[in-house]
DNA sequence: CTCGATGCAAAATTTTTGCAGTCCC
DNA sequence: GGGACTGCAAAAATTTTGCATCGAG
């Protein structure tokens, strides 16, 4: 099996999981749906709604802004994507990777572009925290600022 | 010394570093940012823009909302306060405590509260986690999202 | 006096919502 | 065909900004 085959496997897992959430939850798999979960999938890293919007868009002209933020929610409760928040305004968003554990956000300072490395030990230590606490971690974020050690020779796409 | 004078020179402090800081930016004392100032030190808790803004005014009525959000740099960059962001759709602030090593945010998920805990373990981890990628860490932080374990005894008052 | 600071209200930004019409199952 | 879904535009919610005026140093 191919690279491509094999991305196209990939994709249609998660199409037939978004299918499968629709249906059990009553909802329905219109054309905009579809364009949207689309798009998510052409997403190679971190998006914002507005991303996803144009990307959509250019599946299927008919698909609205307003749509998109009502497919988030979907997307999110489906396992498809999940937020990613980077401390800004506004959120972003990740495609789930099953193959993946605890994930902490590095962010670059300069160009604001957002890398995301394993931390399992994270998932451990979060609990300890809330346990201290008497309470019990449902999720938890480790987030790193920081910056290329030469700002002049940045190695990443100015955002 | 008792407490109350212990407060007292704290704030003086305060005060002081905030006044230092805007003389050596040009920046002038003006009554709404010594009122801006006295409602922050009367924070006990972490607090939003909106907050501070009542609590400003409940000093000095002629603060405005826009000067709230123009100081909120200020006293940042004095070292004052710090951003503390919870991944809601605005920003909480709190009080700087030159005391306390890295905080850990956790957050209950039933009531809202936002509580901190020491965790110096972190300030290394994080580091760690940026020297991968080869940056250099700038800031860092832990938020856990949690639940008391009986949520409908949730000790914490609802928000 | 001078230039930084302020209040006000309008604007910007991101996300949500009401409504009348559309289309999936 | 009925109820879920949609686009649109208006509304929300939070923060920023332009401008005429004020006031600290």
Redesign the pocket.
Known sequence: MDEKNKQTTDSDTTTELF?EH??Q?????????KA?LQAVLRQTQHF???DLLAKAKHI?V?????????????LMQSKIIREVDVG????YYAVEDKRKSFQAQVICRKCGKIMEIDAPFMDWYGKAVAEKLGMEAVSQRLQVEAMCRDPEHCVFARK
Chains 1, 2 share one sequence.
């Open positions: 299918r629709l249906s939850h009553g909802m329905r798999l219109t054309n905009q749906r949207i914002t709604a507005e299927d008919s698909v609205s802004r307003a749509t998109v933020y009502r497919s988030l929610p979907v800004r305004d506004f959120k």
